[in-house]
């Protein structure tokens, strides 16, 4: 096993003649010392006696630092790698304060129940191990009716999600009195997971706390955790609207790691295209887990994750090798709670040795230490890359990540540019709380839950939503006060999260079982789970027999195939506001309110490993729509860039604005410091808005997230990337690295390449050569 | 999709006041009153009532029938929450003469809000028990939170009975819809012409506060006070059967009898065993033959609990029943496998109920075998 020989193990890997000519660098992160500090002179002798019984004698300096400043008053935030003993960071203080006084209360948010559950465990085994008389309970929509009302008196501290506080505690605050009113900690961990639309939501919610518990005379302190981040201080301020100290010195000890960079072989030198990712990286998974290391794939989607979960299976299965009791798992959104649960136990306790799995186990959920972890494409975000990687690595033993590019221009860029992982450090998280559609949204619940005083301060403009609401008869004036004046209950209608709350369960329904197998939200289930699709649930092949979007349900039969589905999603838009206009004249964008409108209509037979087509269907589902904003860039006649597309033929206009709109979507998250899937983006050879050549890039979160009006900004930096990306690539008319492969309608199109780059110039002229805006 | 902010409506020209409905007087700062009464009796305001049958935990509570308070709030919506308020109040009680007074609170803006509470507070501290119609659920706690929002302490606890459970047990499986505009239609006979719909009264205050309108506010009077008489009629048609007087109409025996049991379980097993007689051969609708047998079996009457075994239905528990009865007093092996297994087969796949069906009937196959020796176990 790679415990003891673990550097061996590393260095076996990195020899491999089949991989050693495609690893483009190595990094390797040296292992680090602990540094410790005694328990601190105030500790409470029960919880000395609670720590020392689980073996805990002494603090990782973060953890007294952690301590201080609480003892101090103070609210900070804690960057904690995985395993650095994060929950210390929190907990001591909070069961201090709880054994110091009876009335003291405290409260955990938590951005999944999973989570909740994981920490609640956490909890429990140090109020036990103490025998201290504090009770933590859980409070989220899994709580049954009839143990909500013990929860809301006898817990000291109720462990929740933002999406509770929001919609079920702080409107029936009255009901939470004691609880309020004691309230002396919130605890935000995960703060990383709030960022963009949800964080700013989330930082009303906090304001929208703060109020409520200074009602009840409490003026609770903040501790928040955060994994690594370019900017945790920055972002717990804006989460909780005050300062925040933070607390960056890891005192936890670190075993030594590698960062491999792999860029699979070129199968197609001419036209740039390499071997799937997504293949090589399952190959390299199956080498190391067929050496007996532990590994984690991460992919990029929930149908990639079950095929290559599948794959790897399959290939574990012949019998006549020693690997036949290699057990890999899926993991992905959609799954039961009690099979994920089973999943994170097998791997913590080593019965299952690998695991396929999307973003959803980048969260601090406890999975224990892997050996490896192989990441199949550029994850959208550092925090993201650094969150997967950390998933291997214990605090003994060398450990690995292997990033595994994909042809993807942004993946192509970053083997090119592997200083941008290493050197520019992690992104930044942005949040804006005074997002004027959250705030608002805010205030309205803020009005339901206490009626405003004439005055009161709360979040940017209080006043000035008021007065609108009170226009719309929402709130009423009078007395010195506004009274929420409606029927309504508004946090019903308010969701803290891009992703729609309504889930369709899927239901097994083979041999007239009547089982719930799995969820999955609404938009994606149109996208997966139509009429006819595949659905591949734990390797279990079914075939949906009925998707009923109204009753919210999906009706499936096991069955095997030698194919899956994949549906062929049309999006058409519809421009519905022109708000602010920039640019310049030979190059004028137009910010604005669009509507996204995106159907499948049809979906592909694909067969298994080799991925051939072997056949089609149709599907009949209404589509799903978005308002969101977007940035329209034009091209005029009488600009040059539009004069430039003029000239050409019809089809070579398409194909070099295609191709201008694929470059500019992939290489702007680089800029934006944002997920790729962000971001959406078309074009239109002549608009039917516009009437003119017009490129869309919009923003993938209802009603939007800021992310075009930065864009709107950052245009010139974003061409600037896109022209050198396009004029420094060696390929001889575009490849997945730069403009991309040509579409089949446009296979008879000559020099795309070189006219995507002559509007780029022009492009990057008519906004200015260094960046600036051109009048 | 996401609610965007509508633009800007034209604001609403706040018309002069419209006149007030007439019969009230105003008591207080912005709290409005009248009182009703109806002619003809309703029940003596001296003869004990008992509560036990509207809930096991009245057991045994008696009060004069003078002594309840009937009461119905009106609020600013369904769901409620911090922002929901009660901005009208019916109490109910009977008079000397065995009328029905009912007395009216209205709360005529936000700011009244204190005073509107220490109102509803005196009427219920005068009552020896209250009476609502789902108001454990939804108006009681709705009043505790409107009393913790204005800086009241917690209500002071009363007997309550909330009349929906009783009606639900006695009306859910003949009349389905339990709501009291429903029993009343149904039970009671009542016809209300032009009541407002209770999705409408938000909007009638809302059109008081906002716009001075008082167009809808009449109606929303009335139908406060309709329901409060309503209330009161069916508690005491079902206090009466509950005691063996009367059969309120559409009432479904069985429930009846479970009420019934609470005070008098004489009364009940009559209740139940004609109920048997009339349930007839069919023997997927039986449900009157279980709770008897429960009852005997408290009282300590196993003889006769087992005498009814046939008279349970062919679902998967009665079913096991009579394969345990078949083979203890029947002797017969062979039909106690047979049902055994319809069991088994009726049983929800996979449940405790299936398992042991499974079991007895692996034991009464080697049993019919000759393998296992003759044993009286439960199976």
Known sequence: MINEDSKDAVEEFLSDPEIAPFVTRVERLPAVEAIWTDFPPGLDPRLRQALASRGVDRLYSHQRACWDLAAAGNDYVVVTPTASGKTLCYNLPVAQALLDDPDARALYLFPTKALSQDQQAEMNALIEAGNLPIKAATFDGDTPQSTRKAARDSGRIIISNPDMLHSGVLPNHAKWIKFFAGLRYVVIDEMHAYRGVFGSHVANVIRRLIRICAHYGAAPRFILCSATIGNPGELAEALVGRPVTAVTQNGAPRAEKAVVFYNPPLVDAVQGIRKSSANESMEIAAKLLASGTRTILFARSRLKVEILASYLNQRFENIYTDNRHIRVEPYRSGLLPGERRLIERGLREGSIHGVVSTNALELGIDIGGLDAAVIAGWPGSLSSFWQQAGRAGRRRGASMAVYVASSAPVDQYLIAHPERFLGSGAENARIDADNPYVYADHVKCAAFELPFREGEPFGPDVGEVLAFLEETGTVRNTGGRWFWSDSGYPAEKISLRSATADNVVIIDTTKGRNEVIGEMDRPSAKELVFDDAIYIHRGRQYIVLKLDIENRQCLVEERETNYYTDAVVKTDIKVLSEDERGGSESLPFVVGDLLVRSSAEKFKKLRFHTNENIGYGEIYLPPEEMQTRAVAVLFPATGRPGAILAAMGELERAAVLSAFCGTVRSLAPVNLLCDRSDLGATWRARDDHYGIPAVYLWDRYPGGTGLTEALALSLPGVLKNALERVASCDCEDGCPSCVGVADQAFAAVRKRKAGAKRVLEAALMAVGRDGALEG | MRDRAAPSA???????????????????????????????????????????????RLDKLACSAGGLAFFDLETTGLSGGSGTVAFLAAFGSLRDDGALSVRQYFMEDYPAEPAFIETLSAEFSRAEALVSYNGSSFDMPLYAVRRAMNGFGPPDPKPHADVLHAARRLWRTTIGNCSLSSIED????????????????????????????SGLLARVFEHNELDVRSLAALFFLIAEAARGIGWPAACDAVGLAGLQSRVDEALAERTLRQAIAAEGQDARNRRAARPLMRLLGRNGRPAERDELVGFLPDDAAGLFAKSVHAERR??????????????????????????????????????????????????
């Open chain 2, 330 to 379: 029947a002797g017969d092996v062979a039909e106690a496998l047979l049902l055994a297994i319809e069991s088994a087969k009726a049983a929800r796949e996979g449940g405790t109920l299936a398992m042991r069906a499974l079991k007895r009937v692996s034991r009464l196959e080697r049993k019919l075998a000759g393998l296992v020796p003759d044993r009286h176990s439960s199976g």
């Open chain 2, 186 to 213: 149904s039970v009671l006979g009542v016809r209300r012409a032009g009541d407002i719909p209770g999705s409408e009264v938000p909007e009638a205050w809302f059109d008081w506060v906002k716009r001075g309108r």
């Open chain 2, 10 to 56: 034209p604001r609403t020209e706040h018309q002069a006041p419209e006149a007030f409905p007439d019969g009230w007087t105003t008591i207080g700062d912005g709290i409005r009153y009248r009182e009703t009464t109806r002619s003809g009796p309703v029940a003596p305001a001296r003869s004990p009532v008992e509560l036990g049958a509207f809930s096991r």
